[in-house]
């Protein structure tokens, strides 16, 4: 999608949004922010639509994360709304779309997104790989509670995996847009779920990952300093 974005625009996020990313968990880091974009351009195509919005909306959809998780879709929006460049760039009018579609995009939500850029925002934000759902939900269990066993983490992924792309989670119907590969992600997680003994597999497997991560990067930080 970048080569679609204005070169100025693109400059002012990079310089001055996108670095704040590397305060949030694993979950919602700069990482994520690559996956949603291509996954918006992807999913955005059949769409007419204005690439600079676009952009800009994923860029800064979970900025406040850090700041506040469980209000994190409503701080953002706000970032947005008051930034100072993006209200010389665009018009009024822009602004009020990007603000509600990053409002809106939270799988959560109890009412449809607005317009068709909170609808792409909210699908391509979605998981579509077992692997970083579980990196992911551990991932940010792990830094709020570090005191917990890897058992306990993996429990509670897996009731939350229950609770948002069980048969009844609250994930399920919420296609906004035309997505095969997040039909196939919850046709997996879904026999995961009804296979508890393979999810904990899985689980325990993420877990080796994300502990060879860190062990790495420690080692690396120790050599660095001349260990």
Not at 81 to 89: C, G, H, Q, S, V
Not at 99 to 106: Q, Y
């Amino acid at each position: 999608m970048e080569e679609l974005v204005n070169i100025e625009l693109k400059k002012y996020l990079k310089n001055n949004i996108l670095k704040e990313y590397e305060l949030n968990d694993s979950g919602h880091n700069i990482d994520h922010i690559n996956f949603v974009l291509e996954r918006a351009y992807e999913l955005s195509k059949i769409y007419n639509i204005n690439y600079d919005m676009l952009y800009t909306i994923v860029c800064f959809h979970d900025i406040a994360c850090h700041i506040n998780r469980e209000e994190h879709e409503i701080l953002s929006a706000k970032r947005l709304y008051n930034d100072e460049f993006l209200n010389k760039y665009f018009n009024e009018k822009d602004m009020l779309i990007m603000k509600e579609a990053v409002e809106d995009h939270r799988a959560s939500l109890e009412y449809i997104p607005r317009n068709i850029y909170g609808k792409i925002l909210s699908s391509a934000d979605r998981k579509i790989g077992v692997d970083n759902y579980l990196h992911a939900s551990i991932g940010f269990s792990m830094k709020k509670n570090p005191e917990k066993t890897f058992e306990e983490l993996i429990e509670d992924s897996y009731q939350f995996a229950i609770k948002k792309f069980g048969k009844d989670g609250y994930a399920v119907k919420k296609m906004y847009v035309k997505d095969k590969k997040y039909e196939e992600f919850l046709k997996e997680i879904q026999y995961l779920i009804d296979n508890k003994k393979e999810f904990i597999k899985k689980a325990q497997s993420v877990i080796n990952k994300i502990i060879n991560f860190i062990g790495n990067i420690i080692f690396l930080c120790y050599y660095i300093n001349g260990g």
